[in-house]
């Protein structure tokens, strides 16, 4: 009998682990729900489908245990956030090539289950986005309230894609405007006379933000999460902003309306936080999560694309290890010693 | 008494289940029918066994001498006859065996006389002899011969004495009973090694889940009259580990690298305090211990236990349930399942647990490692398990040392709270054991590389040395061949001038020829030398029967010789001998 101890263990899992993950981003997909109808429920089931599948089929290829790690539910956390960056009346095939990429090339191709070093959701959205511009930038319009088999169909391909299925964010919408406008153009007017923007930042979405910062305390409430990333994540983009918006509020939006716009508190909360393609060090999420709101900020104003997080976060992955390398913190009876390691 | 606390980071808070076994008062074990005594119980030297089998022996009699300052004598846990001096299987994970002593009791208990002292009647140096030689040693765990650990550092000044009854590990309640009614005694004890040490403070400190045995310490403590300060810790394992509680109660911490002493702080079991105390005061060398007795059992219960005795026969007094499959030594945070139930009780037994799946489930498979970092957050020595772990697995041992992997403590908090059911504390083991192995391996590779250098070195040092020798012997007789070649050649001229490149000065034209021959010369000589110097070598190596004969024998043998050529069966000699008339 080969029992080493602790003979107590947690009451934990991976699989728990996950699990709390779609737990926690219930809030958010419930105020998504509500913003968009039932489309984005729809793409949450294709994706989880996609995933488990192409999970099962990298299983198999490696005679890897399939319920063990079936029920994992990591594949679900990847798909999940598939669908939730992608834009929720995508073509079904649009979410499943990301979804394929994420689990077969981001995930398994690297060694499965915590050995990625990207992102596998991040992977899947800048594979699709480089491209399909035209289809990852096509968001619902505001307000338009499809019913779900009218949108199952424009899902599946089996209704057109009519104009009013392809309005742009509410945060590419002020970037283009500004920029065509040169100088013309200023964020209060925008804000104030276009009806995609809501209270904060863009209408309705403002509110699947909030429901993503919920669950986000939540995890960290929970200890799935440190603090470090979400706070050094939202500081970071919060002074980027603020400072550029001090400076020329009618060319630069406020930081509330960048933390409410596009994916920054799914960011902070649930992509930036990710363990294995992220910091592990305290000093390193700082790092991390700084780095991971300032790109995001820089790319989604002056870059090209409609938001930056997925850049952001891929880009920091790459640094992870070296951050995580460079900021070991001292252990217990070193702090004092002066001299550093004895190594 | 307000204090500060201090903290530590990390720990785990697991279910204590300690009040299974707190129901009941401490009872005494019976004399089990075969002790088994290992000799070596505590860290350090092997005890040499100072009897046989067939000897009789009593209680407390000595029965294996320290060897060495860090080692500690063991004694006869009961009256009785030693039956055997044997090896047999220890209550240590590996399952190997060590010399035990085997005592058949006579269920007399019958004591050696005991000699209770005053100990401040003695000089420090005595009373750590005697607790050596009662056997004394730290009953936390460790086992480490506190004898040892009383002498304060020459350096730095004492400042505290750490007590230990936080007792910080699941279902063991052995300290807590002791606390609750020996207190005094501890007491007493920690007064010894206050006298001895000297530190500025002592501080008792016990986890805030055992509050009537910090009652009854602070009863005692004011009843004998000292100023020692119980504290209550927060509970959160490990806190009674021996580090934590040092930073916990002090603010210190001690690195790896160094003692407690050299921060001026020395940490003491409570239970060693008491053995301490009985060994001195009352002259009982320690021959039983507490231990908790608990888990898969029906009456869960503190025993006081003869060393020796074997686990399963302490456990059947809790009558353990019938799906009980094996035994604990230790906690369920840092214990072992012991390789067979027979191995005896020792000093560091302080809790044996009944095993069964329903106890503790079967762990889950384990999962790849998602580096979620609960193990970092646990770790009471902020280590990065996760880390360690990943360079154990791949055997890549200098990285798992560049995160410091010998400031593990193996408190088992990593692998407690780990998602993915890595036995991280398994891989470390692992590690740390591979590092010393393959240091050991290093140091005789070292030591057999040195013998062999030195060896070339000597060999060569041999060779240069030959070789001068015969240069100069050369050189000698060179000069001696020249000098008569010049007085041969130069009759008439003075002899001073002779030993032409001898003298610098001299023109170097005609010295340059004879400096030629001279080296010629003197290369025929060497040559001429070395032949006549094996000759005689050869000569001397042939045996001869001759050689050391008495005058007797040679008389003897002259006689026989003489016969024998007037016989004319031999040529005469000169002389039967000569080399032998020249020696003598």
């Known amino acids: 009998m080969f029992a080493p101890a602790p003979f107590l263990l947690k009451d934990t899992s991976v699989s728990q682990v996950m699990t709390q993950v779609c737990i926690a981003l219930v809030p958010g997909i419930a105020a998504y729900a509500w913003l968009v109808g039932p489309a984005i429920l729809v793409q949450l089931v294709i994706a989880t489908l996609a995933a488990l599948l192409a999970e099962t089929a990298m299983l198999r290829i490696q005679k890897k245990p399939l319920t063990i790690f079936l029920s994992d539910g990591s594949a679900v956390v990847t798909a999940w956030l598939i669908a939730l960056t992608f834009p929720p009346l995508a073509p079904w095939w649009l979410v499943v090539i990301g979804t394929l990429f994420a689990i077969v090339v981001a995930k398994h191709l690297y060694g499965g289950l915590g050995q990625n070093p990207f992102n596998p959701a991040m992977v899947a959205f800048a594979v699709c986005i480089v491209s399909f511009p035209a289809l990852m930038s096509q968001w619902p319009s505001v307000g338009l309230q499809l019913p779900l088999l009218d949108q199952i169909n424009v899902i599946l391909g089996l ?89 020329n509020p009618a060319q630069y939006a406020s930081p509330l309306f960048h933390l409410l716009s596009g994916g920054a508190m799914l960011g902070a909360f649930f992509i930036a936080t990710d363990p294995v393609s992220g910091c592990t060090t305290p000093r390193g999420k700082l790092i991390f999560g700084a780095g991971a709101g300032l790109l995001a900020y820089i790319i989604r104003v002056f870059g090209g694309y409609p938001d930056g997080v997925a850049f952001a976060v891929l880009l920091m992955n790459l640094c992870a290890p070296v951050i995580d390398l460079l900021t070991q913190p001292r252990i217990f009876g070193m702090k004092n010693a002066g001299k550093g390691d004895k190594a | ?146 004898h040892g650990k009383l002498t304060a550092s020459k350096t730095v000044p004492m400042e505290e004495m750490v007590i230990n009854g936080a007792e910080c590990e699941p279902f063991i309640t052995c300290d807590d009973l002791l606390m609750r009614e020996r207190a005094g005694e501890v007491v007493r004890g920690i007064g010894i090694f206050r006298d001895l040490l000297q530190p500025k403070r002592v501080l008792i400190g016990i986890e805030d889940n055992k509050p009537e045995a910090a009652a009854a310490m602070r009863a005692a ?49 409570v239970a060693t305090a008491y053995t301490a105390w009985r060994a001195i005061a009352h002259g009982e060398p320690v021959v039983s211990r507490l231990v908790t007795v608990t888990g898969n059992v029906h009456e869960p219960r503190n025993y006081e236990v003869l060393i020796g005795t074997p686990m399963d026969e302490l ?79 791949a055997k ?42 393959r240091e050991r391996e290093k140091n ?131 002389s039967a001998n000569p080399a032998n008339e020249k020696a003598e």
């Open chain 2, 1 to 146: 008494m307000l204090m500060n606390l201090f903290k530590f980071k990390g720990g785990v808070k697991p279910p204590t289940n300690k009040t299974q076994s707190l129901g009941r008062p401490i009872a005494q074990a019976p004399i089990p029918s075969r002790l088994v005594v290992p000799l070596h119980q505590s860290i350090g030297g092997t005890p040499r066994p100072v009897v046989q089998a067939g000897d009789k022996v009593l209680k407390g009699q000595l029965i294996g001498e320290a060897d060495g300052w860090i080692s500690a004598a063991v004694h006869a846990p009961t009256s009785g006859t030693v039956v055997d001096v044997a090896m047999h299987v220890q209550p240590h994970p590996s399952g190997l065996d060590a010399l035990c002593v085997v005592i058949e009791p006579d269920g007399k208990d019958e004591w050696i006389p005991r000699e209770p002292v005053d100990y401040k009647a003695l000089t420090p140096e005595q009373v750590r002899e005697r607790l050596q030689q009662a056997g004394v040693v730290g009953l936390g765990g460790a086992v480490f011969p506190t």
């Open chain 2, 315 to 393: 456990l059947k007094l809790a009558t353990p349930h019938p799906d009980t499959d094996g035994i604990v030594m230790g906690g369920p945070m840092m214990g072992f399942l012991v390789p067979d139930p027979k191995v005896p009780v020792v000093k560091a037994t302080n809790c044996l647990i009944a095993h069964s799946d329903r106890l503790f489930p079967p762990k889950a498979p384990e999962m790849p490692c998602i580096r979620c970092g609960a193990c970092a957050q646990a770790c009471p020595h902020e280590l990065q398990p996760f880390e360690m772990y990943w360079f154990s697995r």
């Open chain 2, 396 to 437: 890549n041992f200098g990285k798992t040392q560049e995160y410091h992997i010998f400031d593990c403590i193996e408190c088992g908090c990593c692998s407690f709270v780990c998602p993915s059911r890595i036995p991280l504390v398994q891989y470390f083991r692992f590690a740390k054991s591979e590092i010393w192995a």
């Open chain 2, 221 to 269: 403590v004011q009843a004998v009259g000292e100023t020692f300060e119980v504290i209550q810790v927060p509970t959160l394992y490990p806190a009674g580990g021996a580090k934590q509680l040092i930073r916990v109660l002090t603010g210190k911490e001690v690195p790896a690298a160094k003692r407690s002493t050299d921060l001026g702080v020395q940490c003491f079991n």
């Open chain 1, 159 to 247: 209704a057109p894609r009519v104009d009013a299925l392809s309005s742009a964010t509410p945060l590419d919408a002020m970037k283009t405007a500004l920029k065509l406008g040169e100088g013309t153009q200023d964020v209060p007017a925008l804000l104030a006379n276009q009806d995609i923007y809501g209270n904060f930042a863009g209408r309705g979405w403002e509110w699947v933000a909030i429901g993503y910062l919920l669950g986000g305390l939540w995890m960290w409430q929970r200890k799935l999460i440190t603090w470090h990333v979400p706070v050094s994540f939202i500081g970071a983009m919060t002074l980027l902003s603020g400072g550029l918006w001090l400076v």
């Open chain 2, 444 to 574: 005789a590779a070292d030591q057999a590389k040195e013998r062999f250098e030195f060896k070339q070195l000597r060999e060569e040092r041999e060779k240069a040395e030959k070789a001068e020798k015969l240069a100069k012997a050369a050189a000698a007789q060179a000069a001696k061949k020249a000098a008569e070649a010049a007085a041969a050649a130069a009759s008439g001229d003075t002899p001073a001038e002779a030993p032409g490149p001898a003298s610098a000065d001299t023109a170097a034209t005609p010295a340059a020829p004879s400096a030629a021959d001279a080296e010629k010369a003197a290369k025929l000589a060497t040559i001429q030398a070395a032949m006549e110097r094996a000759k005689a070598q050869r000569e001397a190596a042939q045996p001869k029967n001759t050689e050391q004969l008495t005058p007797e024998q040679q008389r003897a043998a002259d006689e026989i010789e003489a016969r024998r050529v007037a016989a004319k069966l031999v040529e005469p000699v000169a």
